[in-house]
């Protein structure tokens, strides 16, 4: 079973433009969230999708928006791009079930503002 | 509310002694606790949870943790350290129906030979 695939890899980006980040979740699993890491704020929520409905905002301003598509694949936007949002950017994907399972990690978009 | 807090952002051990990483949430809601790994430039991989039941839940590569309530504690252990055991570790609580984690600051293990 393919795990949680986060593309690009890499990206680097200047100053005042827009980067989208895309995820592809684990095959079944509907739930999608993504997390900033970040050196000096660390691991920090952003967003939680449930069949293409966010269902929790992190504290981040409005440049940060994302969206799930109907095959629960997930993309986030930063617009006006800020140095601060150089981050490590991971996404993870869950089965939706009775009891809460454990998120799946993806290996990050390290997005690099310049 | 939620919080984490890892106390001890660096722990160094020698190879074969024991791993002790603490963890202390706060949780309004009853919670479901977690510990991840993360290796240099990699995503996070969980090592163990606890949900419900059993207090002491065993994880991979040997690691466990115990479940202490009236601690509001989650540490995690293993008997001996390996080598391949020094990467950063995480702990993060969330609430029932949710995948919104509160990660701690995180611990970076050291093993030394």
């Known amino acids: 079973k393919a795990g949680v695939t986060q593309t690009p890899r890499y990206l680097i980006k200047t100053r005042g433009q827009q980067v989208t980040l895309s995820c592809s979740p684990i095959s079944g699993h509907r739930s999608v969230s993504w997390y900033q890491q970040t050196p000096g704020q660390g691991l920090q929520f952003l967003f939680e999708y449930f069949s293409e409905t966010q269902r929790n905002k992190g504290n981040f301003p409005g440049r940060f928006s994302g969206r799930q598509f109907s095959n629960s694949r997930s993309e986030m936007n930063v617009s006006t791009l800020e140095l601060g949002d150089s981050a490590l950017y991971l996404c993870?994907?869950?089965?939706?079930?009775?009891?809460?399972?454990?998120?799946?990690f993806g290996q990050g978009t390290r997005l690099t503002v310049v | 509310a939620q919080s984490v807090t890892q106390l001890g952002s660096h722990v160094s051990v020698s190879e074969g002694a024991l791993v002790l990483l603490r963890c202390n949430y706060s949780s309004s809601v009853p919670p479901y606790l977690f510990w991840y790994v993360q290796y240099p430039n990699q995503g996070l991989q969980l090592l163990l949870k606890?949900?419900?039941?059993?207090?002491l839940v065993k994880g991979i590569n040997g690691f466990e943790a115990e479940f202490k309530k009236s601690e509001t504690s989650f540490h995690l252990t293993k008997p001996s350290a390996h080598m391949s055991d020094a990467a950063e570790y995480f702990c993060?609580?969330?609430?029932?129906?949710?995948?919104?984690?509160?990660f701690g600051t995180g611990t970076r293990l050291k093993v030394l030979a």
């Open positions: 993870a994907s869950s089965s939706q079930g009775v009891e809460n399972t454990e998120a799946f």
């Open positions: 993060a609580v969330s609430g029932s129906g949710t995948y919104k984690y509160i």
């Open positions: 606890y949900t419900t039941g059993a207090t």
